[in-house]
């Protein structure tokens, strides 16, 4: 277009940039064209509102898209994911559950306040030696380190560890008893405490009720036996398993503890370490010797005379 003015394509210009444009009839002389004619900057301005609205549609879809197609994908993952568990511990063996029992009572009542005692029987307390501990598990492992056993109750921490989630039942515990002998000498040595009582989950053994023994839940939620929990993976759940006597007998036995995991049944047979049984002896009419804590003596020398020893 000539800078006179004068009409080349139709479309005048001011300033050096077309007024406006008309895409039906380009080329033609200015007035012969019947479509309005748009300023360029309006045109822009709508292009670029639709585009916007375009994008922010496209991005709308997608997101919602995005969500279904992950949520699927998340639903089938799991699926295959259980699935590729139970082939698993089919195909190697593992279980989904661990079991664990602990006797010491060190690690028992580990944290806990210093006010729970202890007691042991030993068939000749001439053996002691040695200075008393002064702290609970010290005293604990002392006195059963020379020979001494569990006295008028035996302490039992069973714990459940999960390796994936899983639902469990604890229905119930069955006692078997090996041995019961009953016990004419010996001494029962004692750490005596004082406090509250300390009342956990448990199940109670009454060793002297016969055989099978008794057994019964005690402590928090016991009247909610039998106890249902679910155990998310890589956590535990903790119970007692509370073993008393009180005839003067040594007792010897084992348990069976019965479980449902996720529906299947598990019986799980539990002795000590190395596959001897528990031993519990009943105080009944035994000698007693008492170490109260914070001392290292006891009330009465271990050197049991004749007239204090248990009569036939």
Same mark, same amino acid.
């Given at each position: ?110 944290? /806990? $306040?210093?006010? *729970?005692?202890? #007691? ?7 053996? +002691?030696?040695? %200075? ?92 909610? /036996? $039998?106890?249902? *929990?679910?155990? #998310? ?7 007692? +398993?509370?073993? %008393? ?68």
């Amino acid at each position: 277009m000539s800078s006179d003015g004068e009409a080349g394509t139709g479309v005048p210009e001011i300033g050096g940039l077309a007024e406006c444009v008309c895409v039906a009839c380009s080329g033609t002389a200015e007035g012969t064209c019947s479509v309005r004619r748009t300023p360029y900057g309006l045109a822009d301005r709508r292009a670029s509102v639709h585009t916007e609205n375009m994008d922010a549609v496209s991005l709308l879809v997608g997101g919602v898209v995005g969500f279904v197609v992950s949520l699927l994908l998340g639903i089938l993952f799991r699926a295959w994911q259980s699935v590729g568990e139970r082939w698993a511990r089919k195909e190697f063996k593992t279980e989904r559950l661990i079991i664990h029992v602990e006797d010491d009572p060190k690690i028992i009542w580990s944290g /806990a $306040p210093d006010w *729970i005692g202890d #007691a042991v029987y030993i068939d000749d307390p001439t053996r +002691i030696r040695g %200075e008393i501990p002064d702290d609970r598990g010290g005293w604990a492992q002392w006195v059963r380190s020379q020979g001494a056993v569990d006295a008028r109750r035996t302490t039992l921490r069973v714990t459940l560890q999960a390796r994936t989630e899983a639902a469990v039942v604890i229905e119930s515990m069955e006692v078997k008893l090996h041995r019961a002998v009953p016990v004419k000498r010996g001494v029962v040595l004692a750490r005596a405490t004082g406090g509250a009582s300390v009342e956990p989950r448990r199940f109670r053994v009454d060793l002297d009720w016969g055989n099978p023994p008794l057994v019964t839940t005690a402590g928090r939620d016991a009247d909610n /036996a $039998p106890w249902g *929990i679910k155990i #998310a993976a890589g956590d535990a759940e903790f119970f007692h +398993i509370w073993a %008393e006597a009180t005839e003067a007998v040594r007792y010897e036995w084992t348990f069976e503890l019965n479980l449902l995991v996720e529906g299947q049944r598990v019986v799980e047979s539990i002795s000590r370490k190395g596959g001897s049984p528990f031993v519990t002896v009943g105080v009944g009419q035994l000698p007693m010797r008492i170490n109260y804590s914070g001392t290292n003596k006891w009330d009465f020398p271990l050197d049991v005379p004749e007239n204090e020893k248990a009569k036939d």
